[in-house]
């Protein structure tokens, strides 16, 4: 199939972008990379009027080490961050989580705004923002302003931006000290969604016991999920006396919307889930205790 007719825009400013879409309201639906909605458009499960392609926006492209925290424009490609030494040296999961992500020409023309704001929770990006609690930046006609990832997914596709905002950046915090970080995911195939997946951060003292601890999922809830009741009980313990299997177990166990289809049920998909969390605790442990 073709998608359906519609108006193309190309504006050369975040401004004009913001300004075009308060303008034609919700039959307008921005596009970046296109690897997400273009299939959608050609099977005409979307349907829009208007098209604005941000292709044109050099400000939202680009990487930029500040201090405690990295700032990624929203236009900036997979394979750029990828492949920047800085994210690889500050952010580690980002960098570890790119891979991940499709084939590489998905990686080489979809962009890390895109991927978040599409907000799919099989998506490693979205995971990631959430998992490293990191600031989503936005423009509308309004000006500017910043969601934690904590309040920007809030349900299937969807986020806190309102229909004329658009995303301009992420600004992840760097973790510093003794820390090790993870993802693992399980797909039928290479490039597939995951079917589930988890992302660890941890860091330890100088005693080894937990600091600081994020545990996030991908593909077991229609937006991605932080196991924050876990993790409050994991701070201040002795990491050697954690079992990860059982880390696994207890952060899957309380999980009432994870989704079923062809490819797997919910309890199929979330006893993965526990094994990728399990994997993911162990390796990123291991990191941190070698640091």
Known sequence: MKPAAFEYHAPTTAAEAVTLLADLGDEAKIIAGGQSLVPMLALRLAVFDHLVDLRRLEELRGIENRGDAVWVGA????????????????????????????????????????????????????????????????????????????????????????????????????????????????????????????????????????????????????????????EAELVGRPVAGIDAAEIGRSVTAGLNSVPADIHGSADYRRRIGAVMVARAWSRAVEEASND
Do not use: C, K
């Open 75 to 230: 236009g900036t490609t997979h394979a750029t961050v990828g492949r920047d030494p800085g994210i690889r040296r500050d952010i580690p999961l980002l960098h570890r989580a790119t891979p991940l992500i499709g084939h590489f020409q998905i990686r080489n023309r979809g962009t890390i705004g895109g991927a978040i704001a599409h907000a799919d929770a099989a998506g490693e990006y979205p995971a990631v923002a959430l998992t490293l609690d990191a600031q989503l930046h936005t423009l509308s006609p309004r000006g500017q302003r910043t969601i934690p990832a904590a309040e920007y997914f809030t349900g299937m596709w969807s986020t806190a931006m309102e229909s004329d905002e658009l995303l301009t950046g992420i600004t992840f915090p760097v973790w510093r000290g003794r820390t090790g970080f993870a993802i693992e995911e399980f797909a039928r195939r290479a490039g597939d969604f995951a079917m589930a997946g988890a992302v660890v951060a941890v860091r330890l003292d100088a005693d080894s016991r937990i600091e600081r601890v994020a545990v996030g999922l991908i593909g077991l809830a229609p937006t991605p999920l932080r196991a924050g009741v876990i």
